[in-house]
């Protein structure tokens, strides 16, 4: 069955980076499209980004620009590289098969905060 495994997940002072990791199994990861959502505290799942089979991206607009989206298919891995963090992107990060925010089934998640 697929599974989805989430990691690099922490604490980070504002402006700093992280770089999160979903390792991949039970699928045809090369042929997947996949995505990152995010659940902020007292909000809903949100989209982050998303990654077709050729490598073109696509990016919530409060993360374009510092968030970059990739993947490794020989390591069955999905990365998402963080960059000048703030509050607001204090959230658990789960990755998940296929595009947009109806993407699933989603890993157990990691938990990201920004903080001072």
């Known amino acids: 069955q697929v599974q989805l495994v989430e990691s690099g997940g922490g604490l980070v002072q504002p402006g700093g980076s992280l770089r999160l990791s979903c390792t991949a199994s039970?699928?045809?990861?090369?042929?997947?499209?996949m995505t990152w959502l995010r659940q902020r505290p007292g909000k809903g799942l949100e989209w982050v980004s998303s990654?077709?089979?050729?490598?073109?991206?696509d990016y919530e607009d409060r993360v374009r620009g510092r968030f970059t989206i990739s993947r490794d298919n020989g390591k069955n891995t999905l990365y998402l590289q963080m960059h000048n963090l703030k509050f607001e992107d204090t959230a658990v990060y789960y990755c998940?098969?296929?595009?947009?925010?109806?993407?699933?089934?989603r890993g157990q998640g990691t938990q990201v905060t920004v903080s001072s």
């Open positions: 990654i077709n089979i050729d490598d073109t991206a």
């Open positions: 998940a098969k296929g595009w947009g925010v109806f993407a699933s089934p």
């Open positions: 039970g699928f045809a990861f090369r042929i997947s499209k």
